[in-house]
């Protein structure tokens, strides 16, 4: 059983279950931060000066300040509960990278799809491909500006088309506690969906 608290080092004897997560979401939306702030270690990240090269590519409008990109993946880790390690994969977030994605999608438990609300539809791509992996996942969208409490989960989850199961969430990715909530949410939905499906499979055996 996965608790609220997330700070909890193992102690036992036994190993801690792994669990690879992907963290997904369009250019700019916050993946980096998002394992940067709850890490426990020294997140491993990618980060490449972007030059003028990506003026008119890449879409600065809501990230006028951003300088770097990731170009390969993002990786931190965080012990969840006493027994459960998370092995956060951040992808990177331009579309030339997509590639990549399916690589770091293999494995994954289940993902967090950042949603920046004042671009709705720059998210489509990231849900497409985690749906095509058939994960479960959790949309956490960003509280940038005041604009954002304008935005309901359920106004939210008809702007994306989301299924009704799917949880929406705000999330500061600065924020350690906001981003520990995603992770315990997205674990526990994670748990649910698989135990239903091993219902299903087992009532067909
Ligand atoms: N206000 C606010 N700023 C944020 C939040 N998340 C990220 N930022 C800022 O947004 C900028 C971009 O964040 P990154 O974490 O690099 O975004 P990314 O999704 O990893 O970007 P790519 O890897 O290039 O796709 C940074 O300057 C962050 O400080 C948030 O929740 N609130
Ligand atoms: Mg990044």
Not at 5 to 15: F, K, L, R, W
Not at 78 to 104: C, S
Request: aromatic content about 6%; charged content about 25%; overall charge neutral.
């Amino acid at each position: 059983m996965v608790s609220n608290d997330c700070d909890n080092a193992p102690t036992g004897q036994a190993e801690p279950t792994a669990v690879k997560l992907a963290v997904a979401g369009s250019f700019g939306v916050g993946k980096t931060t998002f394992i940067g702030s709850v890490s426990e270690i020294r997140p491993l990240s990618t980060e490449a000066e972007m030059t003028r090269a990506s003026i008119g590519v890449d879409d600065l409008s809501a990230t006028p300040h951003k300088r770097t990109t990731t170009v390969a993946f993002d990786y931190g880790r965080r012990t969840l509960d006493t027994d459960t390690v998370l092995h956060l994969f951040g992808v990177p977030g331009q579309q030339r990278f997509e590639e990549l994605w399916h690589r770091l999608f293999r494995g994954a438990l289940s993902a967090v799809v950042l949603v920046d609300t004042r671009r709705f539809d720059a998210s489509f791509p990231a849900l497409d491909r985690v749906e095509e992996a058939k994960m479960p996942f959790v949309v956490a969208h960003n509280v940038w500006t005041g604009e954002d409490a304008r935005h309901s989960p359920e106004k939210i989850r008809q702007h994306l088309t989301l299924r009704e199961q799917v949880p929406v969430m705000a999330c500061d990715a600065r924020q350690r506690d906001s981003v520990r909530q995603v992770l315990i949410t997205l674990v526990r939905y994670a748990g649910r969906h698989y135990a239903a499906r091993g219902r299903q499979e087992a009532g067909r055996a």
